[in-house]
């Protein structure tokens, strides 16, 4: 059954499960790594509220590939700054936790049915460093990213989380980055912008649907009509959410955090599914 908590709710039922819960954060703009705000507070504290898992995978918008799923393998990865226009201090941030090169090779193998490859010359990108730096701030957990194939449809990365989620049982964080919401042709610029109607629409029509577990629902383009194509001109940034939401099952419980708009047509939604056993 599904429910709604609290984030105050978390510490005491992720103690109480073996089972690493599923993580979904709206990661908005990279200045969110350098400025104290809503949404850095809100990933600090969930950090404090999560337990330390073994490894991390992430999902994150901003690995992109074609007729394949790649797996980050390297013993390093390197931080990215995948970004132009930014202020230095943006530039000299490094996160540099281990990779899990073992682990990442058996997740390659993992996701042979969805043409998983082996890849040692990513890293980390933006998607990844700017929310781990506050989730887990000493980056002493090891962590390595697996692409998105864009050849694909919606419903095909709700299969890939679905293969994925047995990885919750052996002490894995999946963690999907990306935006419930991305359209950066419409942003609104300026403190206190309003958000554009169809923002607002999609973001609710996400978190209604995710909450009734209607998955098929977010992966049919057909049903989402417009206002897909309105809420995402691409659709890198959803990607990851329907990794997380293809995770979890019965099971789960559902938390929604930073359920704001920013810049008018970016939702910062993030979600935590946590076991309810």
Request: charged residues 20%; glycine residues 8%.
């Amino acid at each position: 059954m599904i429910t709604t908590t609290t984030l105050d709710d978390l510490k005491s039922r992720f103690c109480a499960s073996d089972r690493m819960p599923l993580v979904f954060l709206g990661h908005g703009s990279p200045m969110n790594a350098v400025e104290d705000g809503p949404y850095s507070r809100a990933w600090r504290d969930l950090g404090r509220t999560l337990p330390k898992p073994q490894a991390i995978l992430v999902v994150s918008a901003h690995w992109m590939t074609r007729g394949t799923t790649l797996v980050d393998v390297s013993a390093m990865p390197k931080t990215i700054h995948d970004f132009y226009g930014f202020p230095d201090s943006l530039y000299d941030i490094q996160y540099p936790a281990p990779g899990a090169p073992d682990l990442a090779r058996d997740v390659a193998a993992l996701l042979a049915s969805h043409h998983g490859a082996e890849d040692d010359t990513w890293g980390l990108d933006h998607g990844a460093w700017t929310v781990l730096k506050f989730l887990y701030p000493d980056a002493d957990v090891p962590v390595f990213q697996v692409s998105i194939d864009m050849a694909r449809g919606l419903e095909y990365q709700l299969e890939i989380g679905k293969t994925l989620s047995q990885l919750r049982n052996q002490g894995v964080l999946i963690l999907g980055s990306g935006n419930v919401v991305h359209n950066l042709q419409r942003i609104r610029w300026g403190a206190g912008s309003q958000p554009h109607d169809f923002a607002v629409e999609f973001d609710q029509v996400f978190a209604d649907r995710l909450t009734q577990r209607d998955m098929a629902h977010l992966a049919d383009p057909t049903a989402l009509g417009a206002l897909l194509q309105a809420a995402h001109p691409t659709v890198d940034h959803y990607m990851p959410a329907l990794t997380i939401a293809g995770a979890s099952d019965t099971r789960d419980d559902l938390t929604f955090m930073t359920d704001a708009i920013d810049l008018g047509s970016v939702s910062m939604r993030s979600f935590v599914f946590h076991s309810s056993e």
